[in-house]
């Protein structure tokens, strides 16, 4: 495991190397120019590829948990007056979920409670 990284820098040496040689400078007594132009192209790809990873996983993260923390979505809870067989009076509590407008939203609460009662506004002016 250790020599996996050597093993893998000596890979790419050798590619580099097996690159500038099969191109012509014009001159045989100045290669400079050809190598360090493969070896700029190399790091660069090497160093856009690392940038464009690390840009794609923050992208992902944040979309990801802009999903799961949706504020527009929320649990309202009604509380339900149910009468035991035993005679007690007792709240029962059941969740919908709702819209950023208060409208219960098309999919079924997560408790699988049933549908609320319909509730009219408290704020609502008279008609």
Do not use: H
Not at 50 to 56: E, L, P, R
């Amino acid at each position: 495991m250790k020599n996996i990284p050597c093993l893998t820098l000596a890979a790419g040496l050798l590619a580099v190397v097996a690159v500038t040689g099969c191109r012509n400078s014009g001159s045989p007594y100045q290669p400079g120019p050809v190598a360090g132009t493969v070896v700029g192209e190399g790091v660069g790809v090497v160093a856009g590829n690392a940038v464009g990873f690390g840009a794609g996983a923050v992208s992902g993260t944040v979309d990801g948990t802009k999903k799961v923390l949706n504020p527009s979505y929320r649990m309202v809870r009604y509380w339900k007056t149910e009468t035991t067989p035993d005679g007690r009076t007792i709240q029962v509590p059941y969740d919908v979920l709702v819209d950023e407008y208060g409208r219960p939203a098309m999919m079924p609460a997560p408790t699988g409670n049933p549908a609320p009662p319909p509730v009219t506004p408290t704020n609502a002016a008279p008609q």
